[in-house]
């Protein structure tokens, strides 16, 4: 499949969500979630129509934060096949793409995927033990605690598959998959960027409250509360 023979709104659409995408992964370094040239972020190309399936625009494999560009992103089919477009020599995508494509193949509302190795979510990884809901802002975000996800080898769509298993029923957009790190989920990849950051804030915030005592947990009927009225009622009328 190449880009070239796309229709080219369809053309445009994936020049505009390597852009997004690219943009994006500054984002990552910025808020200190990722190290040299760890992570990466997606972003779903909703086209089954023209194609018979959607598309995912994702960063290359093995390329430092400062060198990523929209023209290095590559995109992919829901099998994880990278897309020709006419570049000699084009990056091969990301190790996790398998992980994120099963996501978006099995999650029809997922529009973006990010995977960091952010320090303390890590660490809560690396113990095998889910972030309890003791903050407010947990209960907003997260709708609960952050979940643990299953061990799996990275290669094949095990992650994707664990991700996926873990997250269906959850209103997380966050799990931290055990010895590996958190992958979030969102409506777009803005979105997964952001679970992504608030995933860490409260794995640092919920981490030093355990060095003073044990944490506090919010009964559910509150989480649901506070989850219902922050995804619903916050900020600026919904158009």
């Given amino acids: 499949m190449r880009l070239a023979d796309f229709p080219e709104t369809l053309q445009a659409e994936v020049q505009r969500t390597r852009e ?11 808020w200190e979630l990722v190290v040299w040239t760890a992570g ?32 290095s992103m590559v995109v992919c089919t829901l099998d994880g096949a990278k897309i020709d477009d006419g570049t000699p020599g084009h990056l091969q995508p990301s190790s996790d793409t398998a992980a994120h494509a099963y996501v978006y193949e099995h999650m029809d509302e997922v529009g973006g995927v990010v995977h960091t190795h952010s320090t303390y979510a890590t660490a809560w990884a690396a113990r095998g033990e889910e972030i309890p809901c003791v903050l407010t802002m947990m209960g907003d975000e997260f709708g609960g605690s952050i979940p643990v996800g299953p061990f799996a080898l990275i290669g094949d769509d095990s992650i994707g598959r664990g991700i996926v298993e873990t997250l269906r029923d959850s209103k997380s957009p966050a799990v931290l998959m055990q010895n590996h790190g958190p992958f979030t989920i969102g409506k777009d990849a803005r979105a997964a960027v952001k679970a992504a950051v608030m995933c860490e804030e409260v794995a640092r915030t919920v981490h030093i409250s355990r060095q003073l005592g044990e ?8 989480v649901d509360s506070l989850f219902d009225r922050y995804q619903n009622v916050y900020g600026q009328p919904r158009k």
Avoid: M, W
């Fill in 215 to 222: 944490p506090i947990a919010i009964p559910q009927h509150l």
């Fill in 20 to 30: 997004v995408v690219a943009r994006l992964h500054a984002e990552l370094p910025r």
């Fill in 40 to 71: 990466n972020v997606s972003q779903r190309i909703r086209c089954a129509d023209e194609l018979g399936q959607d598309l995912f625009v994702i960063k290359p494999s093995g390329v430092s934060y400062d060198e990523l560009t929209p023209e």
